[in-house]
């Protein structure tokens, strides 16, 4: 990553290169490798978790009625807020507004360990009322499934601080990196939205 | 690419192979590297091999079996386990030349030394859970199949345990290649091989479960804990070969950024060289 | 930041909020005591949930001006997401 591709994004900000319908890969391609093959990885654990369900419907069912479903709700409009903030802290970066692209990249940071409380909070909670990881399979599942994706979210928070890291400092500053952080994030959120109609929400 | 400088024979010689590898043998300046190369591939082909097919301790069995039927699982594969683990423990050693090779594109890069040593400690280490131990167990098993089955139990789960459950080791492992990788400036690597480490890395993470619990999908043999994992392994083990062999064939044993493959007209002056 | 840019943001944003919002609705169906697997719910659920997946992937992380290869390779995998997750849910629940 040399700091010399940084008289790039200035251009691409002036041209308005979306409207030119140039199309460009959002960020390195590189992290698009990763992005696809954690979703595959995830599709797999989602798909396993289905037929799973299938099995026992009933104990899925009784056992998932005892998780909270506006936390759930909570969680999901927390990590889209999360989203949008750093989509304008990348389009904020690419039009030269560094200052409010930070302000993005902070916030984006605010709401994403909002979710990590409002998680821990979660699980506390679940376990007082005596539903641990080994109580039944679903229950193994919830914290399977929440606990991977927050290892996936605190993973987030070193991206995010690269960006910050490279928007700080004019020296640095590589729209492409900000980007790649940026879609990282992003998948952590859609991710979550799958977590969230699969643990919460299907019947 | 490489030969001009040797002084020797310059071009490989048409006709048989024996007469190739004789002259590679000879002349070739990355011999040591393709012998890595090698090696790695040989080795991960035979350990497929003996554990899927001559072993068949893997596909791992189910931890829920109660004692007689662990030593019914012993009884079919007395033989697979002894003879199986025999070759095991004679070409184990192969591993620390993979690793070595593994760890020299680590010393070839533009960052530090440590990452290559700190691999090299972890992934020796790593033959112990990751091999040997499961074959002592096995072997320890199968050589009396008349010992009292609480015993062929308890080196049962010993066995799978140890093999299954220790992901952690690799899972570090992982993590240095990919720092390694994302730092380094010399390309010596893709960087998005270094986020295959991560993939690779987390995807163990999701072994752990496999402490706790006997049946179900998290079990030593669950969908998730082994099939899954299983199968971003073999992939994240085959890209890595891949990658192997494109940098030895790129090696210039220079210092700085590794040279792309030439195709068959060179390159343009000054395209490659900025950064 | 440039308007139609930031509306367009704001728009999207509020519009998967919404069906958020929507899915607290779909999900509080059959509260306590009534509890029964409920194959509309769930294909609704999953549905929803890829499509807002794919709003995410095309609006805020710009695959819609990404190559098509990419748009391609991204659309793939949300509809193997679909067929995997709602396939297996059939074949579990009625074969």
Not at chain 1, 32 to 47: K, N, P, Q
Not at chain 2, 106 to 128: D, G, K, N, P
Request: aromatic share 16%; net charge positive.
């Amino acid at each position: 990553m040399t700091t010399l591709a940084s008289a790039e994004p200035y251009e691409r900000a002036a041209t308005g290169r979306k409207a030119d319908g140039v199309r460009f890969v959002p960020g390195q391609p590189d992290m698009w490798v990763l992005v696809l093959f954690e979703s595959l990885v995830f599709t797999t654990y989602f798909t396993v978790y289905v037929f799973r369900r299938t099995q026992s419907p009933d104990l899925f069912l009784q056992s998932q009625a005892h998780l909270n479903l506006r936390v759930g709700v909570f969680n999901t409009l927390v990590l889209l807020v999360s989203s949008w903030s750093v989509a304008r802290c990348v389009q904020t970066a690419r039009e030269g507004s560094f200052r409010t692209a930070l302000n993005n990249a902070y916030l984006t940071m605010l709401f994403g360990f909002l979710f990590l409380v409002s998680k821990v909070l979660e699980w506390v909670t679940e376990i007082e009322q005596g539903f641990s990881f080994t109580t039944d399979e679903f229950f193994s599942f919830y914290y399977f499934l929440t606990a991977i994706h927050f290892l996936h979210l605190l993973i987030g928070f070193v991206f995010l601080g690269v960006a910050v890291y490279q928007i700080k400092s004019p020296a640095r500053r590589s729209q492409e990196l900000v980007e790649t952080c940026a879609t990282y994030w992003h998948t952590i959120d859609f991710l979550w939205v799958l977590i969230f109609a699969l643990l919460y929400v299907m019947r | 690419m490489s030969a001009a400088t040797t002084g020797a024979a310059p071009e490989v010689p048409s006709g048989s192979l024996l007469r190739k590898i004789v002259w590679h043998w000879r002349y070739d300046e990355k011999r040591e590297l393709w012998i890595g190369w090698w090696t790695l591939v040989v080795f991960y082909n035979l350990y497929g091999l003996l554990f899927f097919v001559i072993a068949r301790t893997q596909p791992p069995p189910k931890p829920s079996l109660t004692a007689p039927e662990i030593v019914q699982w012993f009884h079919d594969r007395h033989y697979g386990l002894l003879y199986g683990y025999a070759i095991v423990s004679i070409v184990g050693g192969a591993t620390a030349i993979m690793n070595a090779t593994l760890a020299y594109t680590m010393r070839r890069m533009s960052v530090s030394r440590a990452f290559a040593y700190s691999y090299l400690v972890i992934y020796a280490l790593a033959t112990l859970p990751g091999m040997l131990i499961m074959g002592v167990a096995c072997t320890v098993g199968a050589m009396r199949p008349d010992r009292n089955p609480a015993l062929m139990s308890w080196l049962y789960d010993f066995a799978f345990l140890s093999f299954e459950g220790t992901m952690g080791v690799f899972l570090i492992g992982s993590l240095v290649w990919m720092v390694a990788v994302l730092l380094d400036r010399n390309r010596v690597f893709p960087k998005w091989f270094g986020y295959l480490n991560l993939c690779n890395a987390l995807t163990e993470v999701v072994v752990a479960p496999a402490w706790i619990f006997k049946r179900g999908v998290f079990a030593w043999d669950g969908g998730i804990a082994w099939w899954t994992n299983m199968a971003v392994f073999v992939t994240y083990t085959t890209v890595f070969l891949t990658l192997l062999r494109k940098m030895i064939l790129r090696e210039d044993f220079g210092t700085g950024p590794l040279p792309e493959l030439q195709s068959d007209h060179p390159p343009e002056p000054g395209t490659r060289e900025a950064a | 930041m440039n308007r139609r840019f930031e509306k367009r943001l704001l728009f999207v944003w509020l519009a998967l909020s919404a069906i958020t919002l929507a899915q607290l609705a779909l999900g509080s169906l059959g509260e306590r005591g009534s509890l029964t697997p409920n194959a509309w719910v769930t294909s609704s659920a999953i549905v929803i949930a890829l499509i807002k997946v794919r709003v995410i992937i095309r609006e805020f992380m710009e695959v819609r001006h990404a190559p098509v290869l990419l748009c391609r390779l991204t659309d793939l995998w949300v509809v193997l997401t679909g067929v995997s997750l709602l396939g297996f849910y059939f074949v579990g629940r009625f074969a």
